[in-house]
């Protein structure tokens, strides 16, 4: 395997050369750097003390949750041997030390206590049961196959960072994989960002109620491909019964771009989408401090990408869904103003309106469809 560096963060790691990222022996995906961005950042926040980057690949997230975070136990783990033997090369690059190996475990002792780790990530989350403050899964596809484990592995106030890429289940294209996946039914065209992250929030909220476990969802978002959402646990089993309140469907004219939003375990009429989350999709405060960071000029790789993205998170209203206005201008047939407009157009009127992160037409506010129509209309 033929290696060349690059730099990432604070993080100097090795990775493949190969014609694609998804020829490459080891897998390492520069655009998701602002992925490991964000993370980084709401570790910088909450200051979790043991972390797991459960599929690991190059080592590049672990080696960025060492170098840049509080974090003073940093578990990096994947199946691949490839993968095992790049890692351990990667950590000795960015630590001085060595590397203690027994069997198919190598452990760094110095500033921080670095584990590299060879195994199914299942089996190592099994064996460390209850163990770490904070887990990051970070799959090719869906993390469903990793969740439950990841549930038990996660100690009972500890928080779950979980990255889904299979957009097509998510978002729709693929129905059946979503039901087979996250027992859910997906909602295809303009808002299926929102509800594919929505969907993801609920599954984890389900699985975790089993445990007696709520969630507290710090921060969910839709960016380049990939649905991510980072939860908090809250122990006990009435934290269960308050999450699976905030569980509820969606119904959506596609005539129209009407929607409406309902809570309960089970719908009450046909057609609904969902199993959703209806809840927040961010702590406020939390992200408020990750803007905060990042608006400080702490070194990222894509400061300027985290910036933008921390602003826009920063700013919107945080209630589900939202009108996008290139679909329902085209629906009742007007000719799309500026967003901005739009906005202050509802502002005036007295509703809360602000733009979305999941789509760059899309409003969200209070106001009533009827009203937003009209103000379609008349501007
Ligand atoms: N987290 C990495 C990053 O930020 O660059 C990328 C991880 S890559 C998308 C997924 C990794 O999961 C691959 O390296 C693959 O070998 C590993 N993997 C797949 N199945 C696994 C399993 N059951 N247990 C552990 N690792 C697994």
């Known amino acids: 395997m033929e290696l060349f560096e690059v730099t990432e963060g604070k993080a100097k790691i090795l990775v493949p050369k190969a014609e694609s990222i998804y020829d490459s022996p080891v897998f390492y995906n520069p655009r998701m750097a602002l992925n490991r961005d964000v993370v980084v950042l709401l570790l910088k926040v909450l200051k979790p003390k043991i972390v797991l980057d459960a599929l690991s690949a190059t080592g590049i997230r672990g080696i960025r949750f060492a170098l840049e975070t509080p974090a003073e136990e940093v578990w990096l783990n994947d199946i691949s041997l490839e993968a095992y033997e790049l890692m351990k090369r990667n950590v000795l690059l960015n630590f001085p030390g060595e590397l203690k190996e027994e069997s198919n475990r190598a452990i760094l002792e110095g500033e921080k206590r670095i584990v590299v780790n060879h195994d199914d990530a299942n089996r190592l989350m099994a064996e460390k049961h209850r163990y770490f403050h904070f887990i990051d899964l970070d799959p090719f596809g869906s993390p469903m196959e990793f969740l439950d484990t990841a549930l038990r592995s996660v100690k009972r106030k500890g928080i779950l960072g979980v990255t889904a890429t299979d957009g097509a289940p998510l978002c729709g294209a693929h129905p059946k994989a979503c039901l087979r996946k996250y027992l859910a039914v997906p909602l295809r065209g303009e808002l299926c960002h929102e509800v594919g992250t929505r969907i993801l929030v609920g599954i984890i909220a389900r699985y975790a109620a089993k445990y007696d476990l709520g969630i507290e969802v710090l921060l969910a978002y839709y960016k380049d ?11 006990g089993a009435r934290k269960g019964d308050e999450s699976l309140e905030n569980l509820g469907y969606v119904y959506f004219d596609e005539r129209t771009g009407k929607f409406e939003i309902e809570r309960g375990f089970l719908p009450t009429r046909p057609n609904a989408y969902g199993p959703v989350w209806l809840g927040p999709l961010k702590n406020e405060d939390i992200v408020n401090e990750m803007f905060e960071l990042v608006k400080k000029g702490v070194e990222l790789a894509r400061p300027r990408e985290a910036l933008k993205l921390m602003h826009m998170l920063h700013e919107e209203l945080d209630i589900p869904l939202f009108y996008d206005t290139h679909a329902i201008g085209k ?9 901005g407009e739009i906005i202050k157009a509802l502002w005036k009127r007295g509703y809360r309106a ?18 937003f129509v009209e ?4 501007l």
């Open 225 to 235: 491909h990939y649905f991510r959402a980072f939860v908090r646990l809250r122990d």
């Open 331 to 339: 629906r009742i047939k007007v000719e799309t103003k500026k967003l």
């Open 354 to 371: 602000t733009r979305t992160h999941f789509s760059p037409t899309g409003i969200k506010t209070d106001a009533p469809y009827e009203v």
């Open 375 to 378: 103000v379609m209309k008349r």
